[in-house]
């Protein structure tokens, strides 16, 4: 395995940080440290994603950044619909169209976007 001295760490960790901030460690404020932890979160998740990614002809790809800045990068197998699903569906659109006016467009999204989250996780 490749050792790097205590130099050349210090050369890569301060590039890291300029790539993922667009400041070197000796420039970050207060608010930098917090940007830079979130940054590093995103892109391990993003390389574990990429670890379990299936072809991307046979995959879904799905983006999803919560309000909090976390990032959710997935690749779902493509699958045949079948009428399990088609009965899923029905009933989900059921349930939300029950509301009607009383839940507005985003709040509907939200509640979906809730529960795909939680279905991902």
Same mark, same amino acid.
């Given at each position: 395995?490749?050792?790097?001295?205590?130099?050349?760490?210090?050369?890569?960790?301060?590039?890291?940080?300029?790539?993922?901030?667009?400041?070197?460690?000796?420039?970050?404020?207060?608010?930098?440290?917090?940007?830079?932890?979130?940054?590093?979160?995103?892109?391990?998740?993003?390389?574990?994603?990429?670890?379990?990614?299936? =072809?991307? %002809? !046979? $995959?879904?790809?799905?983006?999803?950044?919560?309000?909090?800045?976390? /990032?959710?990068? #997935?690749? &779902?197998?493509?699958?045949?619909?079948?009428?399990?699903?088609?009965?899923?569906?029905? =009933?989900? %659109? !059921? $349930?939300?169209?029950?509301?009607?006016?009383?839940?507005?467009?985003? /709040?509907?999204? #939200?509640? &979906?976007?809730?529960?795909?989250?939680?279905?991902?996780?």
């Amino acid at each position: 395995m490749l050792s790097l001295s205590e130099e050349s760490e210090e050369e890569v960790i301060a590039g890291l940080a300029k790539q993922i901030t667009g400041r070197y460690p000796e420039d970050f404020r207060q608010d930098t440290v917090q940007e830079y932890k979130k940054a590093l979160q995103n892109i391990c998740k993003e390389l574990e994603n990429a670890a379990e990614q299936t =072809a991307p %002809e !046979e $995959a879904c790809h799905l983006i999803f950044t919560d309000p909090q800045g976390i /990032q959710m990068d #997935k690749y &779902l197998k493509a699958v045949e619909t079948d009428s399990v699903m088609v009965f899923a569906k029905a =009933a989900v %659109e !059921e $349930a939300i169209s029950e509301f009607g006016d009383s839940l507005e467009k985003e /709040q509907k999204a #939200k509640i &979906l976007l809730d529960l795909l989250q939680q279905e991902l996780e």
